[in-house]
């Protein structure tokens, strides 16, 4: 399901619960279910931005790389 939250078992803590979700490619995980849902909630909520913010992230990593030199 999109944008479900997964408890899942970390082998290194396996007593410990963790918590994961995916927004838009973006995966969060947290020990705290509390941060992932914030996490959750604010991708959902603010969408727009995130959609602007990567447009112009992305616009700025080509004007960076067209003056890139690579050394042969």
Same mark, same amino acid.
């Given at each position: 399901m999109?944008?479900?939250?997964i408890?899942?078992?970390n082998p290194c803590y396996?007593d410990?619960?963790?918590y *994961?979700?995916?927004v838009d ?5 947290? !020990?705290? #279910?509390?941060?992932?849902l914030?996490?959750?909630?604010? !991708? ?5 931005y995130?959609v602007? #913010?990567? *447009?112009?992230e992305?616009?700025a990593?080509?004007a960076f790389? *067209?003056?890139? *030199?690579?050394k042969?």
């Open positions: 999109k944008n479900e939250i408890e899942y078992c396996p410990v619960p963790y *994961k979700c995916t490619g973006i995966t969060y995980h947290s !020990r705290e #279910l509390s941060n992932v914030e996490f959750r909630d604010d !991708r959902i909520a603010n969408a727009n995130y602007e #913010l990567a *447009k112009r992305a616009i990593m080509a790389m *067209k003056y890139v *030199k690579f042969d």
